[in-house]
């Protein structure tokens, strides 16, 4: 079974910076999309940023691109999220996202098929 763990939310100021990370268990997939997404209560579930197992092709909600970096240890079964220059709009509860897929294609849409961990808080004041 696969299951998802994620770490590293926590409160920091405005300009800060922080680095999640996901540890997979269970995951016997070749091919695989992973992800991270983030929430606030009342909204929709925003995609943050996704990888592809195989070449590592990545991609960024326009509202994360050149302050956020997803990466992932295939060794270590962990992804990675570099959160830099955080704003209070990234205030939110951050979760990771896994799914098999034979390509990269619409990877974004099909991890909400996914597995999903927990979550991790991460609040950003001004």
């Known amino acids: 079974q696969v299951q998802l763990v994620e770490s590293g939310g926590g409160s920091v100021q405005a300009g800060g910076s922080l680095r999640l990370s996901c540890v997979a268990s269970g995951i016997t997939y070749y091919r695989y999309c992973m992800g991270w997404f983030r929430q606030v209560p009342g909204k929709e579930r925003e995609g943050v940023a996704t990888?592809?197992?195989?070449?590592?092709?990545?991609s960024y909600a326009d509202s994360v691109k050149g302050r956020f970096t997803i990466s992932q240890d295939n060794a270590k079964k962990t992804l990675y999220l570099e959160m830099n220059s955080l704003k209070p709009e990234d205030t939110a509860m951050y979760y990771c996202?896994?799914?098999?897929?034979?390509?990269?294609?619409?990877?974004?849409?099909?991890?909400?098929?996914?597995?999903w961990g927990q979550g991790t808080q991460v609040t950003v004041s001004s």
């Open positions: 996202a896994v799914r098999s897929t034979a390509t990269m294609t619409g990877c974004l849409e099909r991890l909400l098929g996914g597995y």
């Open positions: 990888i592809y197992s195989r070449g590592g092709t990545t």
